[in-house]
């Protein structure tokens, strides 16, 4: 989909497909081999990301929610009314308390906010998995014979049964707490280690789905915007 | 007498090309998979031959949304997924636009380029909508757009964001007083009618790798449905969340997008089906690559035994 009202005859619009163009194909030069060029284009790819962080981060955050309210807390207490929005300034002292990590002395200043970061962390992942990990657990209970309308369903029985398996033979191999060598367990831990390479594989797969994504999606950025973009509203 | 030097010409031929290719060059199977790539973007787009389940369960959520609810659409996508967050967000917009559901677009702790891409994205599909059928999709009484939230501060995510999720499920207006143009929610028709979780039917994340906190806090905590639309990476790791009912749906990556458009019956071939045309060919090529790779490799075996 072209972009609705773009100028393909602006000077700006042509100047960022050329660069987007020439970008893309620098990035793509190194998987045929390193260069110099493609070094460089990273390093300002970098420096370019970190800038606009900061900035959003300070335009989008900290400004609005921090010290835009300190700004006109101040600014009522100049006209005389009473603010309490000016407290907010107090947050640098924790917010300071984080760089005390830097100086011997004071690193004893920043276990507290660490410690208080932990607490809250850890109090909110244990009810975080509790509300995740409970229904993984009763879902696990299937019945081994499905029955839909009366009948049996085929289809979701051998799905079930093949659930079972996979869970019970995945579980016995990372169960280390003591030898079992019986050929039955052996067996069983080998079912469990093909089931985990099928995994993988389907994992591998949708990874090099996903990689091969990000450079389609290239391809036709080239293709729409330069080819029947820019090169069409120029010759 | 003169079949035997026959058959040893024949074999070492076969010999010579299963040690060419066990050292192919990386460099010829990019170059290969460049060409077919770019000559793909001139077929036409292929059918899409049958949609999964957690794709249509994810089209039948959106389909049943009652008048007097909305769909909330954390769009926390931005230019390093939209290869495949794109197409997704797209079709799941033209959608909403074509149903007239109302909904609310977010970005909770992700990404703070976002909502600015959001934007763009829904003044083109809402200037397509007016384009096709006349009618025009206003901003502030059909859909709006809240802007980016970050989660803890300065974009960390994580266990903040649960704590962010829970504020945000309770009081909507209190987590974003105002939208992406700094205009006071309490002044936009829908936010008047939508100051919580219970006033959504459905919540959709469109990201990268959407975080778990969106199942546990919205799904187990508020019991409002979730639906992941994400990258085909993560689709494996989301999928036991869709077995146990956890998920309402998932679109994944590009192939999710596409069968999506296919449920749809756009008149016009989507991002999703488009991109999905050189992405058949691609993983052809590359499945073709890997028995060949086989194929040298097991002759190779032969040869030392």
Known sequence: MLAVGADYGDVFKIVEVVVGTITFMIVVSYVFKD?????????????????IVIAITWRNVLQPNWWGPVQEGFSNIRK???????????????????????????????????????????????????????????????????????????????????????????????????????????????????????CFGTLFGYTVMTRMSYFLERLRYVKLELFEGVFKAMF | MDSKPDSNTEQNRARRLAEQLERLDRRIIYGVLCVVAVASFFLPPFRIPSVGTAT???????????????????????????????????????????????????????????????????????????????????????????????????????????????????????????DINNTPVSELPLMQKVKNIEQAHLVICCTYQPSVEWISFIRGQFGKPVVFSCMSIVVPLYAIYFDSNQLAGIMGGTRGAAEYETLLELETVGEGRQLMTPQSLVHLLIIAFIILGNVGYLSSLRRKR
């Open chain 1, 35 to 51: 260069n110099a060029v493609y070094r460089m284009l990273s390093h300002i790819l970098l420096g370019v990301a970190t800038a």
């Open chain 1, 80 to 198: 005389g009314t009473r603010d309490w929005n000016v407290l907010w300034l107090l947050c640098v002292i924790p917010g300071a308390m984080w760089y005390t990590l830097y100086f011997k002395k004071l690193e004893w200043m920043s276990r507290i906010v660490f410690g208080m970061f932990i607490g809250m962390g850890a109090g909110l992942a244990f009810k975080n998995y509790l509300l995740l990990i409970v229904p993984q657990i009763t879902q696990s209970f299937k019945p081994l014979l499905a029955v839909h309308d009366g009948r049996i369903d085929p289809a979701t029985t051998i799905k079930n049964l093949l659930f079972l398996a996979t869970l019970v033979t995945v579980l016995v191999y990372f169960f280390f707490t003591f030898r079992m060598e019986t050929p039955l367990f052996k067996r069983t831990r080998a079912y469990g280690r093909w089931m985990m390479m099928i």
């Open chain 2, 56 to 178: 249509r369960a994810v089209f039948r959520m959106v389909e049943s949304c009652p008048d007097d609810k909305v769909i909330i659409l954390d769009s926390s996508w931005d230019m390093g997924s939209q290869s495949e967050n794109r197409p997704q967000f797209q079709a799941l917009v033209r959608h909403m636009f074509r149903r007239d559901i109302k909904f609310v677009v977010t970005t909770l702790g992700t990404t703070p380029f976002a909502p600015k891409i959001a934007q763009e994205q829904l003044d083109i599909l809402a200037a397509e909508y007016e384009e096709a059928t006349g009618k025009k999709k206003v901003y502030g009484e059909d859909y709006v757009n809240l802007g980016y939230k970050t989660a803890g501060g300065g974009g960390v995510v994580g266990a903040p964001l649960g704590f962010l999720l829970d504020a945000f499920a309770r009081d909507i207006h209190a987590i974003y007083p105002t």
